[in-house]
């Protein structure tokens, strides 16, 4: 687990920038959601904290290390796309092992991880299949699986739920809070959906082109929002 900091970050696409100085922490085991609508930052700021994305200004830091060049499979964080980016060739097993493997991992290490993780996720059935062979939700949770077996410090969503029907979203949503209860690794989970943000964080950072236009509690932010487009993309009463 790590506390993460962000410290007057920018973000320039050529002469486009795209983060203009974002600023705010994280602590050790807490569920962050960044929201805010299509296009102002939410996945370059998430892609810049993985090391997916080179940082034009400031510094990003895990635990005490300040990260902005470290090479991004040294970053100890583990990402859960909306797309799940499973191997087609590969079962569940191999799927939710490969990341350990390439890591040169003990065999067995990685057979008593990957079998921990489908035990948490109830993947254990599922684990001689192909992807091909699972549901969207059976998917999604092979895509966290194989963030988990990682035991990363931290741990980046980026829409995961995009792809799945509204019932399965809510019910994905609890799954998602429920492995974080248990294993209580700080997370940061990105979206554009108010409700999912309201019903999932810790705390809420809304994102708004480029920049934080607030950070609070659900309560807070729906109690006392600091302006009219946190009250507006929150819903609540300005
Ligand atoms: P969000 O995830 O909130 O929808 P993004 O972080 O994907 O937003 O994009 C933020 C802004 O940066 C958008 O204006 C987008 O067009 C731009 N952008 C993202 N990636 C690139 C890129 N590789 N090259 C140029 N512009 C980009
Ligand atoms: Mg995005």
Redesign the pocket.
């Known amino acids: 687990m790590a506390n993460v900091s962000f410290s007057k970050v920018e973000?320039n696409?050529?002469k486009?920038k795209?983060?203009h100085g974002i600023s705010f922490d994280i602590a050790d085991g807490e569920f962050v959601v960044l929201v805010?609508?299509?296009?102002?930052?939410?996945?370059?700021?998430?892609?810049m904290l993985a090391g997916l994305?080179p940082i034009s200004g400031g510094e990003i830091s895990i635990g005490e290390r300040v990260i902005n060049d470290v090479d991004s499979k040294d970053r100890d964080i583990a990402m859960v796309f909306q797309s799940y980016a499973l191997y087609p060739h590969m079962t569940v097993r191999d799927n939710m092992g490969f990341s350990l493997k390439l890591r040169k991992a003990d065999q067995a290490l990685t057979a008593q991880r990957v079998n921990n993780a489908a035990r948490i996720l109830n993947l254990d059935a599922l684990l001689e299949r192909y992807p091909r062979e699972l549901s969207g939700g059976q998917r999604q949770r092979v895509a966290m699986g194989r963030a988990i077996v990682r035991d990363p410090k931290v741990f980046l969503f980026?829409?995961p739920l995009s792809n799945l029907d509204a019932k399965l979203r809510v019910a994905m949503r609890a799954e998602i809070k429920a492995l974080h209860q248990r294993l209580k690794t700080t997370t940061v989970y990105?979206t554009?959906d108010q409700i999912e943000a309201m019903t999932m964080a810790d705390r809420i950072v809304v994102?708004h082109d480029?920049i934080v236009e607030q950070i609070g509690t659900p309560l807070e932010l729906f109690d006392r929002p600091g302006n009219l487009f946190v009250a507006q993309f929150i819903g609540s009463p300005a």
Do not use: A
């Open positions: 973000k696409f050529g486009f795209v983060i805010g609508p299509s296009g102002c930052g939410k996945s370059t700021l998430l892609r994305e980026d829409e990105v554009h994102m480029g």
